[in-house]
């Protein structure tokens, strides 16, 4: 059963940047595509990014396309959110999954954007 560690996050100001990591345990992480989602009080899930098997395709919400980049290192079994120009609307908790997601969400990690 897949495990997912979401961490990074914490309080940056309007224009920061954070990186989040997500290290999956109990799967061969190389052959899922792997997917960030956040969620807001009060709020549906959504699907932030996604990432391809081997790295080279990803995908964007329109919301955040241009100021976040995805990435994965398979040897570390590790995906990576960088984000950046962080907006307050960005504030919610941030989670990965693999791709279609597991029923294993793991603890998320919360960003806040705020002055």
């Known amino acids: 059963q897949v495990q997912l560690v979401e961490s990074g996050g914490g309080l940056v100001q309007p224009g920061g940047s954070l990186r989040l990591s997500c290290a999956a345990s109990g799967i061969i992480f190389s052959i899922y595509a792997m997917d960030w989602y956040r969620q807001a009080p009060g709020k549906q899930r959504e699907l932030v990014a996604s990432?391809?098997?081997?790295?080279?395709?990803?995908n964007y919400a329109d919301s955040v396309k241009g100021r976040f980049t995805i990435s994965r290192d398979n040897h570390k079994k590790t995906v990576y959110l960088q984000m950046n120009n962080l907006k307050p609307d960005d504030t919610a908790a941030y989670y990965c999954?693999?791709?279609?997601?597991?029923?294993?969400w793991g603890q998320g990690t919360q960003v806040t954007v705020s002055s």
């Open positions: 990432i391809s098997r081997g790295g080279s395709t990803t």
């Open positions: 999954n693999v791709a279609p997601p597991s029923s294993s």
